[in-house]
């Protein structure tokens, strides 16, 4: 397991940028997928993106796609979700997730996660 730390969320406006970071702690981070998962209120978690461990591979929910962009820095332990032309329904807790499996992360079967930073896009 890795220990994840979300930081960068707050409040913008609809249009909006914001980027997330997620700093991982462990040896074991860059063998890790790496992923990014949300929960507004009163609905269930839900996938946003993910990045295989090499970055070589990324995948997105269709509702972030063409706006929302995962990256990951092995060297430093981080990945991070820059996230654009902002809207109120992406409002939600945002958080980072990691696994060895990437292919299966988009069903939040993942083996670590972070605390949550929470996003707030007004309209």
């Known amino acids: 397991q890795v220990q994840l730390v979300e930081s960068g969320g707050g409040l913008v406006q609809a249009g909006d940028s914001l980027r997330l970071s997620c700093a991982a702690s462990?040896?074991?981070?860059?063998?890790?997928?790496m992923g990014w998962f949300r929960q507004a209120p009163g609905k269930d978690r839900e996938f946003v993106a993910a990045?295989?461990?090499?970055?070589?591979?990324?995948s997105y929910a269709d509702s972030v796609k063409g706006r929302f962009t995962i990256s990951r820095d092995n060297a430093k332990n981080t990945v991070t979700l820059q996230m654009n032309s902002l809207k109120a329904e992406d409002t939600a807790v945002y958080y980072c997730?990691?696994?060895?499996?990437?292919?299966?992360?988009?069903?939040?079967?993942?083996?670590?996660w972070g605390q949550g930073t929470q996003v707030t896009v007004s309209s």
């Open positions: 990045i295989s461990w090499s970055g070589g591979a990324t």
């Open positions: 997730a990691a696994d060895r499996d990437y292919y299966y992360m988009y069903l939040g079967r993942c083996s670590s």
């Open positions: 462990g040896r074991t981070f860059s063998s890790m997928a």
